[in-house]
């Protein structure tokens, strides 16, 4: 079993940034891939960004590559998602999620566990 715990939204201009973080409990972090996904008002749950168990490899929703860096420190059990020149298209709730594989994955049915959600809101 892994809870996990988001912190780290707000409000915030757009092209501003802000840093998300995600907090695990629970044995063996280091043996899963991590992700983060989004859902705006009104629309799906959509893939932001994953991990993989060592932080070897990542992968990046189209929009958000070259200013979204995800990380991790498994010594922590913690996976950062860093936002940079954000747009109001980032409104959302932002989710934490882990996957019992070792490879990023973008597809959600393959992440076991999810947080709660943090708010993340860009004004224009």
């Known amino acids: 079993q892994v809870q996990l715990v988001e912190s780290g939204g707000g409000l915030v201009q757009a092209g501003g940034s802000l840093r998300l973080s995600c907090a695990a409990s629970?044995?063996?972090?280091?043996?899963?891939?991590m992700g983060w996904f989004r859902q705006a008002p009104g629309k799906e749950r959509e893939f932001v960004a994953a991990?993989?168990?060592?932080?070897?490899?990542?992968r990046y929703e189209d929009s958000v590559k070259g200013r979204f860096t995800i990380s991790r420190d498994n010594a922590k059990n913690t996976v950062d998602l860093q936002m940079n020149s954000l747009n109001p298209e980032d409104t959302a709730v932002y989710y934490c999620?882990?996957?019992?594989?070792?490879?990023?994955?973008?597809?959600?049915?393959?992440?076991?566990?999810w947080g709660q959600g943090t708010q993340v809101t860009v004004s224009s």
């Open positions: 999620a882990a996957a019992r594989v070792l490879d990023p994955t973008n597809a959600a049915r393959h992440y076991n566990y």
């Open positions: 629970g044995r063996s972090f280091s043996s899963y891939a």
């Open positions: 991990i993989s168990w060592n932080g070897a490899s990542t």
